[in-house]
């Protein structure tokens, strides 16, 4: 099982950029997807995570300007972010609750996509 991550880039402050991370590899099913970030001599935090049903939780940081969704016949999570400001800057690293065909389940997680918010 694999989380391919992307969507990151530079934007200035008060822009918008849409975040996705696919699921691929041998999968039965997907429960809880998430988007964490980290941000330079920070610890990892979770930003936003969402049930397979679409119960959305936000970190307070991000509420009204965060939105996660996906989409579960493509096995993507998205995290569309607007209003962006300089301190949302860090990479951004999507996990998922995986119940693979053939082994126990676990939590995956993507590469990280960097994304950079000039003010």
């Known amino acids: 099982v694999q989380l391919q991550a992307s969507g990151g880039g530079l934007v200035q402050a008060g822009g918008s950029l849409r975040l996705s991370c696919a699921a691929s590899g041998s999968i039965f099913s997907i429960n809880a997807m998430g988007w964490f970030r980290q941000a330079p001599g920070k610890k990892r935090e979770l930003v936003a995570d969402i049930t397979r049903g679409g119960i959305a939780n936000y970190a307070d940081s991000v509420k009204g300007r965060f939105t996660i969704s996906r989409d579960n016949a493509k096995n993507t999570v998205y995290l569309q972010m607007n209003s962006l400001k300089p301190e949302d800057t860090g990479v951004y690293y999507c996990?998922?609750?995986?119940?693979?065909?053939?082994?126990?389940?676990?939590?995956?997680w993507g590469q990280g996509t960097l994304v950079t918010v000039s003010s």
């Open positions: 996990n998922a609750g995986v119940q693979p065909r053939l082994s126990a389940p676990q939590v995956y």
